[in-house]
C-alpha cells in the first residue's frame, strides 16, 4: 500500500535525517516506528505526507507517487492520508464537532467550510465517528474544554472523517498516562483491524509498542536498522537502536503491562472525568 | 566528609568583573542625565510665578464651579458626533490593519523580502503619527470637518491594530496550522480553521481597546477643527466660559468611564 524509495532528507543546516529509507507497509498492517530522539521517526512520517519535503526519493501510496506532485495535486492526495499528532494538535476554540468536520476539507469549497455548511453526509459520518471512539455526548463542546485523552479521541476522529487509506500517527501516547495510553492505542489497532487500514506509528514506549502492533522498524541516525516482529526485539536489537544500556533491569515482558498495577489509583479522577 | 569549602576557590558570582562595570556606568549615566536635565529645566522657571500658584489655582477653581449644567443640552449633539468619529475612524482602521498583519506576519507573509517590509513601513508610519497630527493635515487637505477626524482615527488605528494583531498571527501554536495542512486544506482554508480560531481574542480585545483609546483622542480632534466635542471646548477657552469647559471635562470624563467600561466587559467576555 506505501513504499519508499530510497527516501532521504537532508536538512539545509547539513544534517542528514533520513538516509536510502526503503520500506513498504501492506494494506493492513500496523508499524511501530522506533528509535532515539532525533533518530528521524517525525521526519520519516512527515515526509510522506510531505509536511516535510524530502531531499531525494520516492513514496508510492498505492499507485501514486507523492514525491513529485504539483501542490495542488497533493493536496488532493492529502486527503487520503490521515495523520494524529502527539500534543493532538486540534483547532482548540473550535468545537468538537468543527474539529471532525475539519478532517472534510480537503473535499468541500472553501464557502461551504467557511459558513460551516457540510454536506449532510459528512455530517452524518462525524456523528458516526464521533460514536465510535466514545464521544458522541461531546459534540458541541470546544476542544479546550476536553481531557487529554478525550482530545486524541476527537484527533483520530478528524483522522477518520478524512476516509483515509494510511494513518500516519507521530507519538500518540506521549502526553497521556499508561492508562489513558493503552485505551488509545487499543483504539488505534481496532479502528485500523475493522477497516483494512495500513499505520505507521511513531512510539518511544517500546513495551506498549510490542503489546499493540505487528510489526516493528527500528530507526537510528536516519536509518533502517531493524525491521521485523515485535517478538525478535532482544536486547542485541535494542541496543542496535538504541546504543548501550542494561535492558534487561527494567524492561517487562512483552505484552505484559507493568505499570497497570499502580496506574488505577492514579488516574481514577481522571477515568471519571473521561466517563 | 567535607561540607564547606575552605578556600574562596569555589567562590560563585552571577555577574562577570566586566558586567558588574556596565551595570555601574548604566547607573552613573542614568543619574547625571537625571541632574543636567533637571537643572536645565528650572534654568527658566521664573519661581515667583510658582509662589502663587496655589492661589491662581483657588482662583481658577472659584471660577470653573459650579459646572454649567445648563450648558449640557448643547453638547448632547457634539458629543455624538465625538463618538461617530472613534468608532468610525476604528472601523475603518480595522478593515485596513487586518490585512496588513497578515502580510507584516512572518509566518503568513506572501514575500519577506518585499511585502513584509512594506507592511511594516506602512505601520511604522501610521504609529509614528499622532491622531491629532494627522487631524492637522487632515484638515488642511479636506477642510474642518467630522470627515477629516474620522479620517485622522482610522490612520492612526491602522498601526496599533496592524501591530498587535501581527505580533498574534506569528505567535500561533503551528501544529494547529500543520494538523489543517495535512487533511488537504486549501490556502484559504488554513487561514479560515488553522489562524483565525487562535488569534479571535486578541482581535476583538485590541479592536475594542482601540475603540477606548480613541474615545478619548476623537474629544481633543476639535481642537484643530476636526470635529467633535473638542471645538465646544476650544470655543469655551477662547472666551474664557470656565463652566462650560468644566462641565465639558464632566462629559467627557462619564463617556470616557462608560467606554472603558464597555471594553472591559467586552475582553472580559472573550477568552
Known amino acids: 500500500m506505501l513504499r519508499l524509495e530510497q527516501l532521504t532528507k537532508v536538512y539545509k543546516t547539513g544534517d542528514k535525517a533520513l538516509t536510502d529509507i526503503n520500506l513498504s507497509v501492506e494494506a493492513g498492517q500496523v508499524v511501530g ?5 532525533g533518530a528521524g521517526k517525525s521526519t520519516l512520517i512527515r515526509c510522506v505526507n510531505r509536511l516535510v519535503e524530502p531531499s531525494a526519493g520516492k513514496i508510492w501510496l498505492g499507485d501514486q507517487e507523492l514525491a513529485g506532485l504539483s501542490k495542488s495535486a497533493l493536496r488532493r492526495q492529502r486527503r487520503r492520508i490521515g495523520m494524529i499528532f502527539q500534543e493532538y494538535a486540534l483547532v482548540e476554540r473550535l468545537t468538537v464537532m468543527e474539529n471532525v468536520l475539519s478532517g472534510r476539507l480537503g473535499y468541500v469549497p472553501f464557502w461551504r467550510s467557511l459558513t460551516r455548511r457540510y ?106 536498522v531493524f525491521d521485523g516482529a515485535p517478538v525478535d526485539l532482544s536486547d542485541e536489537v535494542l541496543t542496535r537502536i538504541y546504543g548501550e544500556e542494561d535492558w534487561v533491569a527494567l524492561r517487562g515482558k512483552p505484552g505484559q503491562e507493568n505499570e497497570d498495577v499502580e496506574a488505577p489509583a492514579l488516574d481514577a479522577h481522571r477515568l471519571e472525568a473521561a466517563q | ?131 491629532l497630527i494627522w487631524a492637522l493635515l487632515l484638515v488642511a487637505i479636506l477642510g474642518p470637518g467630522l470627515l477629516a477626524g474620522v479620517i485622522a482615527i482610522a490612520l492612526r488605528s491602522i498601526g496599533f491594530v496592524g501591530k498587535l494583531m501581527y505580533e498574534a498571527i506569528e505567535e500561533i501554536d503551528t501544529a494547529q496550522v500543520e494538523a489543517i495542512e495535512a487533511t488537504g486544506a486549501s490556502l484559504m482554508q488554513r487561514l479560515d480553521y488553522g489562524i483565525v480560531p487562535q488569534i479571535l481574542p486578541t482581535f476583538f480585545g485590541v479592536s475594542v481597546f482601540r475603540w477606548d483609546i480613541n474615545i478619548r483622542e476623537s474629544t481633543i480632534l476639535g481642537l484643530v477643527g476636526a470635529g467633535g466635542i473638542g471645538l465646544q471646548l476650544q470655543a469655551a477657552l477662547n472666551t474664557l466660559a470656565w463652566p462650560r469647559v468644566t462641565m465639558i471635562f464632566v462629559v467627557i470624563l462619564g463617556t470616557v468611564v462608560v467606554s472603558e467600561w464597555v471594553s472591559s466587559q467586552v475582553r472580559n467576555a472573550i477568552r
Open chain 1, 119 to 224: 454536506p449532510a453526509d459528512d455530517i452524518e459520518n462525524a456523528f458516526r465517528f464521533l460514536d465510535r471512539v466514545g464521544l458522541a455526548d461531546h459534540a458541541d463542546k470546544r476542544a479546550d474544554a476536553l481531557s487529554g485523552g478525550q482530545r486524541q479521541r476527537v484527533g483520530i476522529a478528524r483522522a477518520l472523517a478524512q476516509e483515509p487509506d494510511l494513518l500516519l500517527i507521530d507519538e500518540p501516547t506521549a502526553s497521556l498516562d499508561p492508562k489513558t495510553s493503552r485505551q488509545i492505542m487499543r483504539l488505534i489497532i481496532e479502528l485500523c483491524n475493522e477497516r483494512g487500514l495500513p499505520a505507521i506509528i511513531n512510539i518511544h514506549d517500546v513495551p506498549l509498542a510490542q503489546a499493540f502492533v505487528n510489526r516493528i522498524i527500528g530507526l537510528n541516525q536516519g536509518r533502517v
Open chain 1, 33 to 37: 516506528l522506533i528509535g532515539p530522539s
Open chain 2, 1 to 131: 566528609m567535607m561540607t564547606q569549602p575552605t578556600t574562596a576557590l569555589t567562590a560563585w558570582k552571577r555577574n562577570t568583573r566586566r558586567h558588574e562595570w556596565l551595570v555601574w556606568l548604566a547607573w552613573l549615566v542614568t543619574i547625571s542625565a537625571f541632574i543636567v536635565t533637571w537643572q536645565i529645566m528650572n534654568q527658566n522657571t521664573l519661581w515667583f510665578f510658582l509662589a502663587d500658584a496655589p492661589e491662581q489655582i483657588r482662583d481658577l477653581g472659584g471660577r470653573m464651579f459650579p459646572p454649567s449644567w445648563s450648558y449640557i443640552h448643547y453638547l448632547w449633539g457634539p458629543l455624538w458626533d465625538t463618538l461617530n468619529i472613534a468608532t468610525l475612524g476604528t472601523l475603518i482602521g480595522i478593515v485596513i490593519a487586518v490585512p496588513v498583519a497578515f502580510l507584516a506576519a512572518r509566518n503568513t507573509t506572501p514575500s519577506r523580502r518585499l511585502v513584509r517590509p512594506l507592511a511594516l513601513l506602512v505601520i511604522v508610519a501610521s504609529r509614528s503619527i499622532n491622531s
